[in-house]
T-cell receptor, first 117, second 111 residues
Framework: DTGVSQDPRHKITKRGQNVTFRCDPISEHNRLYWYRQTLGQGPEFLTYFQNEAQLEKSRLLSDRFSAERPKGSFSTLEIQRTEQGDSAMYLC???????????????FGQGTRLTVV | QKEVEQNSGPLSVPEGAIASLNCTYSDRGSQSFFWYRQYSGKSPELIMSIYSNGDKEDGRFTAQLNKASQYVSLLIRDSQPSDSATYLCAVKRGSARQLTFGSGTQLTVLP
């Protein structure tokens, strides 16, 4: 399967614990996004990477959230000191952007469902 | 005003009918428009993209874009029960690199 892969698929954690999620994008894709989705809402943008550079972060991304994409391949999203409000589906998407920055479609992974108890 | 607005539904249509899903957006600088399908508990799946005014057809799906009216729609012909899902409209605004999503319209196709 050459689609976007996320791990784990489900995570239950106690409030105050740290969690880390991993995303492996489609292999030739140079742009990687993180979104968060809560029940009944559309995905909300958190951050994106162009290769290894993190180019934009949403104000939704508090200081407790950090994302990395070392070497421009897989990415990790870490949430420190989790709160119940962090419970959501965390979605990763990737796209291929050409030299002219022509818009291309973004494809989503299966998501990581986080439950903070 | 939300940046991307969709009727939440639920929208119910009988099997074989045409389902019409609508979306409006607020940023006139938006250039790219996408429809995603999301089954309950699953991640969004891209089904259509449209970049210029007019219609774009792909199988049973037709996307329609009217930038002057800031309106994009998705028509599903010969609706099947397997089309029952939430349909998300997504817009790439101006120079932004990320997508802005509506809240989605829940579609139910009745057998």
């Amino acid at each position: 399967d050459t689609g976007v892969s996320q791990d784990p698929r489900h995570k239950i954690t106690k409030r105050g614990q740290n969690v880390t999620f991993r995303c492996d994008p489609i292999s030739e894709h140079n742009r990687l996004y993180w979104y968060r989705q809560t029940l009944g809402q559309g995905p909300e943008f958190l951050t994106y990477f162009q290769n290894e550079a993190q180019l934009e972060k949403s104000r939704l991304l508090s200081d407790r959230f950090s994302a990395e994409r070392p070497k421009g391949s897989f990415s990790t999203l870490e949430i420190q000191r989790t709160e119940q409000g962090d419970s959501a589906m965390y979605l990763c998407a990737s796209s291929l952007v050409g030299v002219s920055f022509t818009n291309t479609e973004a494809f989503f992974g299966q998501g990581t469902r986080l439950t903070v108890v | 005003q939300k940046e991307v607005e969709q009727n939440s539904g639920p929208l119910s249509v009988p099997e074989g009918a045409i389902a019409s899903l609508n979306c409006t957006y607020s940023d006139r600088g938006s250039q790219s428009f996408f429809w995603y399908r999301q089954y309950s508990g699953k991640s969004p799946e891209l089904i259509m993209s449209i970049y210029s005014n007019g219609d774009k057809e792909d199988g049973r799906f037709t996307a329609q874009l009217n930038k002057a009216s800031q309106y994009v729609s998705l028509l599903i012909r010969d609706s099947q029960p397997s089309d029952s899902a939430t349909y998300l409209c997504a817009v790439k605004r101006g120079s932004a690199r990320q997508l802005t999503f509506g809240s989605g319209t829940q579609l139910t196709v009745l057998p």
